[in-house]
């Protein structure tokens, strides 16, 4: 009898063996949010039969994974599904490409509650797109490959031709569809990189602002737009007196918001914080590439820190969560990060730069 949506065991194989033309560089070692692509993949599937499919030995290194090698050079991807296929301890294997960031075990259980024996691949599908690097191959597809590589035949596309395959449309899902998104340019990773949140603290008088309004300069410049958050610690937040938001919100609103064709302004007497904040940055069309915070001294957020000798002359952040201080007091022999003077503003904004990986877009 036919069986439908029986729990089955699966293998993990994660393709890393592209050329990465596009990319111009290893896209399995680009570093997305302080980690390789490649690490965050072997991290997000730890704990499952979880492979590793290289073009040769002493690429990569990758704990809690098994290394499979091509054989069969210059055949593209179909020959890293075939090496998974081949050493596999499961019937099933569950394959992804290195460059898909998003996609996770959610996804793999997914498609595994659809493995039955009528078909012998499970493949996602998006609008008119299928994803053969985000699907479940079982070993019985195998002969199909082999005898596609012997015939010279490296679309993928075609396995699915020669093998009752089945089509699982992701809007059917509860899935993020970008559980599928594959990064295969520059523009397209420092897309993905996108916001960059940093913070630009010290003490009160410092010049938090003064500094903020240069670094808006230089990343606008740059090509990069940019949002900024502050902490009002003394909660002095108030609009103008006489306005009609202010008369509105004397009558007892809770939230006021004014909108024209250019902007909008949103107050509200009900308590936030920056992360909510920052969420509905993010939620603007477009959302600003680059999101600062004035203030948050004490916080883990990446940070340069103003150290000025007038205003209190030691810095108070969190060592580990420094980028670079800006000080005329200190010297970079006496800290372990750079140091600029206030005025180094090109040197500071660089520093950004090169922290977070950027670029200049003009």
Known sequence: MTQLFE???????????????????????????????????????AGSDLMVSASGKGIYEAAGARFVYDEIKETGPIEGIRQLLLNAKEEYVFVCAVDMPFVDIDVAEYLAQFISSDYDCYVLADEDRIHPLCAIYSKKALPAIEALIREGKYCLRAIFDRVRTKFIDIRLSALDRKAVKNINTKDEFR?????????????????????????????????Y??????HDGND????????????????????TAVFSESGYLISSHR????????????????????????????????????????????????????????????????????????????????????????????
């Not at 063996?17 to 993949?41: D, P, Y």
Request: glycine letters at 8%.
């Open 7 to 45: 729990k089955r065991s699966y293998s993990v194989g994660i393709l890393a063996g592209g050329k990465s033309t596009r990319m111009g560089s290893n896209k399995a070692l680009l570093e997305f949010q302080n980690e390789t692509l490649l690490g965050r993949l072997t991290r997000r599937f």
């Open 271 to 362: 308590a936030v914080d920056e992360k909510r904040l920052i969420e509905h940055m993010k939620a603007e069309t477009p959302p600003p590439d680059i999101i600062i915070l004035e203030g948050f001294k004490h916080t883990a957020y990446p940070k340069l820190e103003l150290v000025r000798k007038e205003i209190h002359p030691e810095s108070v952040a969190d060592k580990d969560s420094l980028i670079c201080l800006v000080s005329d007091i200190l010297s970079p022999e006496t800290v372990s990060c750079p140091v600029f003077g206030p005025d180094e503003v090109k040197g500071i904004f660089l520093c950004l730069l090169d922290h977070f990986g950027m670029e200049k877009n003009q």
């Open 191 to 223: 897309a993905l990189s996108l916001p960059v949140i940093f913070a630009v603290s010290g003490y009160h008088n410092s010049g938090k602002t003064w500094l903020i309004e240069r670094l808006i300069n230089e990343f606008k410049g740059a090509g």
């Open 225 to 230: 737009s940019v949002g900024v958050i502050k």
């Open 236 to 255: 002095h937040i108030s609009e103008a007196e006489g306005t009609d938001t202010k008369r509105c919100m004397a009558a007892g609103a809770v939230s």
